[in-house]
């Protein structure tokens, strides 16, 4: 599903945030991607929703070389990808519903469908009670889960997580990496960036580690190369 | 899931949900204006002002060249002839002159007649019978056509007479009426001049409130490119806020250009009364205010889109 080959990423500025970085998360896996911070994981995240490109190497997603695709074709590629966020950039202008409903708005889903797969987004968080509800009322770990209804909503092939649970206590934390280990049941890939080391050794799915953007240890080589271990 | 009856498709045809939502932000950007009405209201002032200006003086001056159009109508070309000239040729001078086709209408005054009048208007009666000739010659008075685009062929058309051969002067009554014609042109052009600055001024002021209003909603604008919405789709609510600006300005500018004709009606009416004439104002027709609206709603997508060039890009998600 994502394939990174020898990937680098140097900021304006000179930084080198991403050093000779492979890996492949075969379709339909879940991977954590841990580190401490600053080391690139939010980077990682970046390159593979088109926000940032690298500087070297190449993206294989879902058979795609996202070198090979221009700033006009970006939304179709980010149509198949969700994004959930430690901050969940959540609208606080307009209901629960409306900030679910968005990717399916901007796709042109019909009325009908839009409500039944909002709600059944929102009954998979556990949040079906809030949909008339303004964000800002809600707690953190619900608004979190209403940033991940959104980006679930529209059923994307993959689903990238960026400290999915960092403001969260252990508790709610691990209630959030349970709820994607169930999307990942039903198929989707899933790669979730997180320095909560603890909750991931419970967890038990493979994992890459960055330490000062190269990569530490790798639980995902890429088939055929040596890997990078340092 | 059991197999029942078939379900209709998921998503609307491409078609479909692009005319879906051009309406909905038509209609959603109307509602966003609304909830903020002051400062709606605010900047559709400014631009109706910036906009009545060059229309209440394009109408100033649509009314000033009607007026004198009146005033062509007598314009006259008096033909002094030659002394020893006798009524017959005078009559056949008349008569051919009539055939032009750039003269309305020719008409004669006879030198007795002419004298007679004379001694009517100015008093000298007694005087003027000592005099044991007639001192005045025949006139031909010519009215000509008037090419209200042409001024200048009644200018000709004096020289042409003054050539011929009986005709001793050939006098323009109303030089003046060239000389309005210039002014008008002149004042025609200054019109067009404002009139451009001031759609300038208005596209600045649209393209500067979009541009706020793109940094008001950045966070949605960010949301909407990270979960795959095109430029187009996050662009159209802005183009069509523009166009409501546009809109609403040129329908505020109309309203400010009707009270103001109100407000000049009476005292216009009084001056022509002065003259012995009546005279009305003409307003907007509805061909003008179409034009109106139209140029305002041009003005108001063109000053969103210069915004939403420069400034749409700027938002990236990070
Ligand atoms: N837009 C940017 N410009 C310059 N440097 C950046 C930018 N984004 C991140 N960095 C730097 O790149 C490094 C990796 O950042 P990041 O990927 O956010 O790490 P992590 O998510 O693991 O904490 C950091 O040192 C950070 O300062
Ligand atoms: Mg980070």
């Known amino acids: 599903m994502i394939r990174f080959d020898n990937i680098s990423k140097r900021y304006p500025g000179g930084f080198e945030a991403l050093s000779r970085v492979s890996f492949h998360l075969p379709r339909g896996k879940l991977a954590y991607l841990t580190g401490h911070s600053g080391a690139g994981k939010s980077t990682l995240l970046k390159l593979i929703a088109l926000i940032e490109r690298p500087s070297r190497g190449q993206i294989i997603l879902d058979g795609v070389n996202l070198n090979n695709i221009r700033n006009k074709r970006i939304p179709q590629i980010r149509r198949n990808i969700g994004i959930i966020f430690q901050n969940h950039h959540l609208l606080y202008d307009r209901p629960v519903f409306d900030n679910v409903a968005m990717p399916l708005v901007i796709q042109g889903y019909r009325h009908r469908e839009t409500r039944k797969r909002v709600r059944a987004a929102l009954d998979q968080v556990g949040l079906l009670n809030k949909e008339k509800v303004d964000p800002i009322t809600l707690s953190g770990g619900e608004q979190q889960r209403v940033g991940i209804a959104r980006a679930i909503v529209h059923k994307p092939a993959l689903l990238l997580a960026d400290e999915p649970t960092g403001n969260l206590d252990p508790e709610l934390s691990r209630e959030i990496m349970e709820l994607f280990a169930r999307f990942n049941l039903f198929g989707t890939t899933v790669l979730i960036a997180s320095h909560d080391l603890d909750l991931i050794k419970q967890m038990k799915f493979p994992t890459i580690s960055l330490n000062k953007g190269m990569i530490e240890s790798n639980d995902l080589l890429v088939p055929g190369s040596l890997g990078q271990a340092v | ?318």
């Open chain 2, 1 to 318: 899931m059991p197999k029942k009856q078939r379900k209709g498709p998921e998503k609307n045809s491409k078609l479909v949900s692009y005319l879906t939502h051009h309406l909905q932000m038509l209609i959603a950007s109307l509602g966003y204006l609304s909830r903020q009405p002051v400062s709606t209201f605010m900047t559709s002032a400014v631009i109706a002002i910036a906009l009545a200006l060059p229309a209440g003086l394009y109408i100033a001056l649509d009314n000033a060249s009607q007026l004198s159009a009146d005033w062509d109508g007598t314009t006259l070309i008096s033909l002094f002839l030659k002394d020893d000239v006798n009524i017959k040729t005078v009559e056949k001078l008349a008569a051919r002159l009539g055939q032009s086709k750039e003269i309305e209408k020719v008409s004669i005054i006879n030198r007795d007649q002419g004298l007679k009048q004379f001694q009517k208007i100015s008093g000298f009666g007694d005087a003027i019978e000592l005099l044991d000739e007639n001192p005045l010659p025949h006139v031909i008075t010519v009215q000509p056509v008037v090419d209200q685009q042409s001024p200048d062929k009644v200018v000709h058309l004096v020289k042409t007479l003054q050539n011929e051969k009986l005709v001793e002067l050939a006098q323009l009554d109303m030089l003046w009426v060239k000389r309005l014609y210039t002014l008008l042109d002149v004042a025609q052009r200054g019109v067009w001049i404002i009139g451009s600055l001031l759609a300038l001024a208005v596209l600045l002021i649209i393209g500067n409130t979009i541009r706020l209003d793109i940094q008001n909603r950045r966070e949605v604008i960010e949301v909407s490119k990270l979960i795959g919405a095109s430029d187009a789709f996050i662009r159209r609510p802005f183009l069509y806020t523009g166009m409501w600006y546009g809109i609403s300005g040129g329908l505020i500018a109309w309203l400010l250009i009707a009270v103001s004709l109100g407000i000049m009606d009476e005292p216009v009416q009084k001056l022509a009364a002065l003259y012995h004439s009546s005279y009305e104002l003409s307003g907007l027709n509805s061909n003008d205010i179409a034009t109106l609206i139209a140029i305002s709603c041009i003005l108001g997508l063109g000053g969103s889109w210069l915004a939403v060039g420069r400034h749409l890009s700027e938002i990236e998600p990070s």
